[in-house]
């Protein structure tokens, strides 16, 4: 899809969302709320109006959104998304991962309190352990 840079952002916004409908393609947006506010409204509501427009035009594309918090949609548009609420690694799980991919030391209690702390989830635990390991060392 080749569009001309002088494009303004709404046009942009209609090729790309004319060309998902006859195309099928996979779209990612990894951390949505990181482009919400605090009240769960849009920093930038033209990411509203692309996801607005997408789901109602029928588009043979994917769209598939990972968030903490689930952004408002209108009632007439709920029925075209399907909602999974994602668990994090068990507490074994979680320690194993501590454990045996960044070899940090302690107790299994203490390691399995800060797992269940971050809800098992994996990329902050290996952030916290990347970190732990970039200002401890080994």
Known sequence: LAVQETESDA???RIM???LAT???LIVLDNLETLL???LGWHDPAYQTFLLNWLES???SVLWVTSREQPPLPDNLRN???QW???GLSEVAGVALLRQSWQIQGSTADLGEFVQLVEGHPLL???AAGFLVGEEGE
């Open 58 to 60: 029928g588009s043979r």
């Open 37 to 39: 506010t605090d009240a």
């Open 80 to 82: 075209k998304c399907r």
């Open 23 to 25: 195309v099928r393609g």
């Open 125 to 127: 635990l290996n952030l």
């Open 17 to 19: 969302i004319n060309h």
């Open 11 to 13: 046009a942009l916004m």
């Open 85 to 87: 609420a994602l668990k």
